[in-house]
């Protein structure tokens, strides 16, 4: 069962621009599906998956391109990076638009060898696991802004949770594969999913000399998502240096496993922190690795609110990235440890989020709000996402918005 992607709008538009598409994501999330329903049969497919079509890439990429002519979808391009210069000559000479479209599960080196062989020639696109309004058939979603206008025009289409419900969802993760698979399957899939990842992605970008190490070091990573990082602390824990962390969390971010969020800060605000937060960017790997089996012990669990707060940043980050747009995300915290969840930096206007597991926020919960007013910067509408039944005002510059909402 193919479900409609958001991305399908801006991909299509983009194909009447740009030569080549890149679309990039962790493996999984149906970038190749996408590309196949897409091309509608008009566009040669090619794997480098297959062994033997990355020994002919690798060895000879000219005679791999005389074989296999435009317009050609190359799945896994990164196992080949020895294409991208003829790509490009290709394209130079024969400067039609639509002509290759690639996929890549690894960023790490891929995103370098791009730049450098088909800058201004490729559309760069980030498609992730299913957003809550692809799998409710709604996948012409706007990037999320908390202004009136937005709230009002999903409230017609907005789902409607209760908490067990929702936890669910959270638990079972966006993989297009999980979303049809029964509870019985949970387990399995994610166990071979990060057997792959390991053996396939990892394997390519570092020497991992203890697998049992690198997985550790993921489950400690997926136990600490919402949270600061640390690169000390988590050194310690795991019992390998600083350099080798900061080594592997990059390649989670260059796989696309987790998203590390920036503090807001500027030359007029020394005082703030310059420390990250890190999130997965899939909830049920996440629930996986952090041995939670089933949603119910999840809810009650210790985890509940920072998996909670997870889900809203990536449903949130989807909707920006499955429109073709970069994400203008921040959080505030300062040294006086006042923190705001989320800020959205649009058109000059900074928008605040609080991202709270409860039905009825107060005014307590946005106190740290009022400290954005010494940025020097405009201060749009802002929201608490909860598990309210309806959009209520807390103050009359911020509503409680129900996370049906994002």
Same mark, same amino acid.
């Given at each position: 069962?193919?479900?409609?992607?958001? &991305? $399908?709008?801006?991909? !299509?538009?983009? +194909?009447? *621009?740009?030569?080549?598409? =890149?679309? %990039?994501?962790?493996?999984?999330? /149906?970038?190749?599906?996408?590309?196949?329903?897409?091309?509608?049969?008009?566009?040669?497919?090619?794997?480098?998956?297959?062994?033997?079509?990355?020994?002919?890439?690798?060895?000879?990429?000219?005679?791999?391109?005389?074989?296999?002519?435009?317009?050609?979808?190359?799945?896994?391009?990164?196992?080949?990076?020895?294409?991208?210069?003829?790509?490009?000559?290709?394209?130079?000479?024969?400067?039609?638009?639509?002509?290759?479209?690639?996929?890549?599960?690894?960023?790490?080196?891929?995103?370098?060898?791009?730049?450098?062989?088909?800058?201004?020639?490729?559309?760069?696109?980030?498609?992730?696991? &299913? $957003?809550?309004?692809? !799998?409710?058939? +709604?996948? *012409?979603?706007?990037?999320? =802004?908390? %202004?009136?206008?937005?709230?009002? /025009?999903?409230?017609?289409?907005?789902?409607?949770?209760?908490?067990?419900?929702?936890?669910?969802?959270?638990?079972?993760?966006?993989?297009?594969?999980?979303?049809?698979?029964?509870?019985?399957?949970?387990?399995?899939?994610?166990?071979?999913?990060?057997?792959?990842?390991?053996?396939?992605?990892?394997?390519?970008?570092?020497?991992?000399?203890?697998?049992?190490?690198?997985?550790?070091?993921?489950?400690?990573?997926?136990?600490?998502?919402?949270?600061?990082?640390?690169?000390?602390?988590?050194?310690?824990?795991?019992?390998?240096?600083?350099?080798?962390?900061?080594?592997?969390?990059?390649?989670?971010?260059?796989?696309?496993?987790?998203?590390?969020?920036?503090?807001?800060?500027?030359? =007029?605000?020394?005082?703030?922190?310059?420390?990250?937060?890190?999130?997965?960017?899939?909830?049920?790997?996440?629930?996986?690795?952090?041995?939670?089996?089933?949603?119910?012990?999840?809810?009650?669990?210790?985890?509940?609110?920072?998996?909670?707060?997870?889900?809203?940043?990536?449903?949130?980050?989807?909707?920006?990235?499955?429109?073709?747009?970069?994400?203008?995300?921040?959080?505030?915290?300062?040294?006086?440890?006042?923190?705001?969840?989320?800020?959205?930096?649009?058109?000059?206007?900074?928008?605040?989020?609080?991202?709270?597991?409860?039905?009825?926020?107060?005014?307590?919960?946005?106190?740290?709000?009022?400290?954005?007013?010494?940025?020097?910067?405009?201060?749009?509408?802002?929201?608490?996402?909860?598990?309210?039944?309806?959009?209520?005002?807390?103050?009359?510059?911020?509503?409680?918005?129900?996370?049906?909402?994002?």
């Amino acid at each position: 069962m193919f479900k409609k992607r958001t &991305l $399908s709008k801006f991909l !299509k538009e983009a +194909n009447k *621009n740009f030569p080549a598409l =890149l679309i %990039t994501g962790p493996r999984q999330v /149906g970038k190749t599906t996408l590309l196949k329903n897409l091309s509608k049969g008009k566009y040669t497919y090619i794997t480098l998956d297959d062994p033997e079509m990355k020994l002919l890439a690798k060895e000879d990429p000219k005679l791999f391109l005389q074989r296999f002519a435009p317009p050609l979808i190359i799945d896994e391009i990164q196992y080949a990076p020895e294409l991208l210069p003829i790509i490009k000559m290709i394209i130079d000479k024969d400067r039609k638009n639509g002509m290759f479209w690639l996929t890549g599960s690894q960023q790490f080196h891929l995103m370098k060898n791009v730049s450098e062989s088909l800058a201004g020639r490729v559309a760069i696109l980030d498609l992730q696991g &299913l $957003s809550q309004s692809e !799998k409710n058939n +709604n996948p *012409n979603m706007d990037s999320f =802004l908390p %202004t009136k206008d937005y709230l009002n /025009g999903r409230d017609k289409i907005c789902q409607k949770f209760d908490l067990l419900k929702l936890y669910e969802i959270i638990w079972k993760g966006s993989f297009p594969e999980v979303f049809l698979l029964n509870k019985n399957q949970w387990e399995l899939f994610y166990t071979s999913y990060i057997q792959t990842y390991i053996e396939r992605d990892v394997r390519d970008l570092v020497q991992v000399k203890n697998k049992k190490t690198f997985f550790k070091f993921l489950q400690i990573i997926a136990a600490r998502t919402g949270q600061l990082v640390n690169y000390s602390d988590l050194a310690n824990s795991i019992g390998i240096d600083l350099k080798t962390v900061k080594s592997w969390i990059s390649i989670l971010e260059a796989s696309r496993l987790i998203y590390i969020l920036e503090p807001y800060y500027s030359n =007029l605000t020394k005082r703030l922190t310059k420390t990250q937060k890190l999130y997965f960017l899939d909830t049920g790997l996440c629930c996986y690795l952090t041995g939670w089996d089933n949603s119910k012990v999840l809810e009650k669990g210790a985890m509940s609110g920072e998996i909670f707060e997870t889900y809203v940043i990536s449903e949130m980050l989807k909707s920006y990235w499955h429109n073709g747009k970069r994400a203008p995300f921040f959080f505030y915290r300062d040294k006086e440890k006042r923190e705001i969840d989320l800020l959205i930096y649009k058109n000059g206007t900074l928008y605040p989020i609080e991202i709270k597991k409860k039905s009825n926020p107060s005014k307590k919960d946005i106190k740290h709000f009022d400290v954005l007013n010494k940025l020097n910067v405009e201060i749009g509408h802002g929201i608490v996402i909860c598990l309210s039944d309806k959009i209520l005002p807390i103050n009359v510059d911020v509503d409680m918005v129900p996370i049906g909402y994002i």
